[in-house]
């Protein structure tokens, strides 16, 4: 599966090599034509029996071998996770806690990335290695200590406990991000404000902010799909009130004795659709944020 | 933060004109929210498990006693070498498979052929997949009585009778990494894809005319370029599936037997269903030590990337 492309003719030595043959080239493309199609087996199979699956009649599931291709389709599966109230709820409670995971993390990223960016102060560096290797931390280890605390504060089984954790984990990537938007920003704007007297909120507040604001709103972007995402802490600091649906679709149609896999397969397509979208509106943004975040110091 | 001044890139001029009392006051507002959060999410937690592992401490019953190095030689003596071996096999292979799929795949979308873009875009729909609908999904394909897997394997005279993936040692093992790739290796394309566009395009025209062939193009030209990103994304990948979680636990709950438990699902098991967080915080320290030799040689690199590309 990991063919690059098929080992062209050994060189006897370096003189005699020919310039590239018609044929060499063709053998070059079939190589990538075929690395491309084992790859793209790989890839879209497993989707295609989602897909595949959420559509099939209940009692053509269980039939084995089951067959490629459809012989029936039917739409009961998403009818039954749509009609269950329990899944609204868990929809209710992933929307809640995504939306202000987002909002707040813009809020805290984006005060953090200018200050790192636009201010030279003393343990900046050191701080600035804390934030990113506070995304290094196993978040396994820090969930038994976390469940704790906030049992301490009386927080399980509450919106907050998620919303602070997901705040805090997708952190080191939003600063990363918006520190480089505001790399990107003039330095000479900022002193031209504060020539004509604008004090440092007001400098931030009505230029910068909105001059970044297609930052923001993909970091707010990434904040939303970790927190839609997010299967351990939702299990284990949400009680049964306020979980979310990752963990909710386990409780609901996994168990010990029968899996209903059509409607799991139904339910885990509407979950992903919200991440879909969010990318689709982020990619331009993707690209450049992510290999920030993990390659800049 | 509470000693810092302020410089800006103007220092000198601003100084004169005062106001640094404000700026102080603005920056200390900047990050104080931040610091606060990471401190009392991540860093408190932390320490406070680190110490656990000092203390026969349960959820059980509260109050804690001092055990001294008890709870850590009893993890060392107990499954220790079994969960560092058990982890870097999924680690390794984690990481591994995704990275050659994603290099090559990256390789290939980045001639320019009719669809390509579009299968740029299409290429990343199992990484947008949520993590428990990707276990979720696998699961389904692995499942030993009505699976796709066994049916396919079955139809074509590959195997008999179905196989149970998830409850045998090997293949389990081998399940989670095919599952953790797939999941994983649009990631790798997106990240070597954007490299290769470093890759100046008159060096690869040079090389052929002087009759380099594709491989030899690959090491002489394409990797040099791309060996930098290539590096750090295999880092990032080994540290984040040194301390991954999801797939792990839902796909095969470490079992069977253990068998594929890592110190990420022995941590969590030892804590939340034995109660032990003495011991689990001994785990936790292990595994820390491990990981830090990891972060400590991801920021040495990416210093040093950054360095590189200053100059």
């Known amino acids: 599966m990991s063919t690059i492309a098929p080992a062209p003719p050994v060189l006897t030595s370096e003189d005699a090599a020919p310039p590239i043959t018609r044929r060499r080239r063709g053998r ?88 790192f960016s636009k201010y030279r102060f003393a343990g900046r560096k050191s701080l600035m290695y804390f934030v990113l290797s506070s995304q290094m931390f196993p978040q396994a280890l820090l969930l038994v200590t976390l469940y704790l605390v906030f ?30 938007f505001f790399d990107a920003l003039p330095d000479d704007l900022i002193e031209a404000a504060r020539i004509d007297g604008a004090g440092p909120w007001r400098i931030f507040h009505s230029i910068v902010f909105p001059l970044a604001a297609p930052g923001l709103v993909a970091a707010g972007l990434f904040a939303f799909v970790r927190g839609w995402n997010d299967f351990i802490f939702a299990l284990t600091l949400a009680g049964p009130d306020r979980q979310t649906l990752p963990p909710g679709l386990v409780n609901t149609f996994i168990s010990e004795a029968s899996t209903s896999w059509p409607a799991l397969m139904a339910a885990s397509l509407i979950v992903s659709v919200p991440v879909c979208v969010a990318f689709i509106l982020l990619q331009r943004y993707l690209v450049g944020g992510i290999t920030a975040g993990a390659v800049k110091g | 933060m509470t000693s810092s001044s302020v410089v800006a890139p103007d220092t000198a001029a601003r100084r004169k004109r005062g106001a640094p009392l404000s700026e102080r006051t603005f920056l200390t507002f900047l990050l104080l929210p931040g610091v606060v959060l990471l401190c009392a999410i991540v860093l408190y937690p932390l320490i406070r498990s680190l110490v656990s592992a000092f203390f026969d401490e349960s959820l059980l019953y509260p109050g804690m006693t001092f055990v001294g190095l008890d709870n850590i030689l009893a993890v060392l003596t107990d499954d220790f070498g079994r969960l560092v071996q058990q982890t870097l096999i999924f680690t390794v292979g984690a990481t591994v498979a995704p990275f050659l799929i994603g290099l090559a795949l990256a390789l290939v979308l980045n001639q320019r052929f009719p669809g390509q873009r579009f299968l740029r875009g299409a290429f990343l729909i199992p990484w947008l997949i949520p993590g428990v609908v990707v ?19 079955i139809t074509l005279g590959a195997i008999d009778s179905p196989v149970a993936w998830l409850f045998q040692t090997d293949t389990a093992r081998a399940a989670l990494i095919i599952a953790k790739t797939w999941n994983t290796f649009p990631w790798i394309m997106v990240m070597m894809l954007a490299a290769l566009q470093t890759v100046p395009g008159e060096l690869h025209e040079a090389a052929s005319m002087d009759g380099a062939g594709t491989i030899r193009r690959f090491f002489a030209v394409t990797w040099p370029h791309i060996r930098g990103v290539a590096g750090l994304v295999i880092l990032l990948e080994f540290i984040w599936n040194f301390q991954h979680f999801d797939t792990i636990f839902v796909l095969t709950g470490g079992g069977p037997a253990g068998t594929t438990s890592t110190f990420a699902t022995e941590v969590y098991d030892t804590a939340f269903k034995g109660y032990d967080l003495g011991h689990a915080g001994a785990l936790g320290i292990l595994w820390m030590a491990l990981l830090t030799v990891l972060v400590v040689l991801y920021v040495w690199l990416s210093e040093r990337g950054e360095k590189g590309a200053r100059r």
């Open chain 1, 151 to 180: 049992a301490q504060f009386g927080l399980l089984n509450t919106y907050l406990a998620l919303i602070l954790s997901f705040t805090t984990f997708t952190l080191p990537l939003c600063v990363w991000m918006l520190k480089g």
């Open chain 1, 28 to 115: 070059i493309r079939w190589g990538m034509w075929i690395s491309l199609a084992v790859i793209a087996l790989f890839g879209f199979a497993p989707v295609y029996w989602l897909l595949v699956t959420s559509l099939t009649p209940t009692n053509l599931v269980f039939t084995f071998p089951p067959t490629l291709f459809p012989r029936e389709i039917s739409f009961d599966h998403y009818a039954t996770v749509l009609g269950n109230p329990l899944i609204f709820g868990y929809l209710r409670n992933s929307v809640i806690v995504s939306v202000i995971t987002a909002v707040l993390a813009v809020a805290v990223s984006m005060y953090m990335g200018y200050a």
């Open chain 2, 135 to 153: 276990s979720f999904l696998w699961m389904w394909i692995f499942d030993a009585n009505y699976g796709v897997l066994n049916g396919m394997l």
